[in-house]
């Protein structure tokens, strides 16, 4: 059975503070990894990261994937009251699992100002 | 671009009742919607995948008969929790993506479905 591991479940920090997310799995057929932020609706996508070792930036929210060691994280720097939401990673494998995505725990991130 | 239209975004309804839940892709025309449930605090638990024109495909334990799933056009699927009990209150988000599978999935804003 495809897992997916997120850690820390819950994070506080402070304003300008450096944040960084972990995402391990195990999952057979791996496609791709996604990153989403929840806020108090659906999520909202943020990255997708299929090759190793290229970086996904957008803004201060950066995301690297390494296949071999089966883990990703998400970097958010200079952090603001607005990024508190819960990050989800999830997976998108295929054979049987095709076109599913399989969900982590997720990582609540509370900014204080 | 990739909006996903969800409606209603709460209902209250008696024991009983059944509901149905839309979920519409505005700007691009999904092949394949999936449907979720999650609990306060929990991640988005897979209930099934919707593809066009055909059946839906329900993961192990979601009653098909409970939780009837109909994507009758590439823009719509509905979801209807039939003789709703309190157990299904819950959080439901739907998702959809454009052609092939190494797409993203793209949310709605989910239903908050509340059952007296």
Redesign the interface.
Known sequence: EDKVVQSPLSLVVHEGDTVTLNCSYEVTNF??L?W?KQEK?????LF?L?SSGIEKKSGRLSSILDKKELFSILNITATQTGDSAIY?CAT?A?GTS????T????T?LTVHP | G?VVS?HPSWVICKSGTSVKIECRSLDFQAT?M?WYRQFP????M?MA?SNEGSKATYEQGVEKDKFLINHASLTLSTLTVTSAHPEDSSFY?C?A?AGQ??Q???????TRLSIL
């Open positions: 496609r791709s996604l989403y609706k659906a999520p909202t996508f997708m299929t989800l998108n295929g095709y076109g599913k995505l969900f982590g725990q997720g609540i | 990739a969800q394949t999936f605090k929990q991640s988005l897979l995948t988000i998702s993506r599978v190494n993203p999935q793209h949310f709605g804003d989910g």
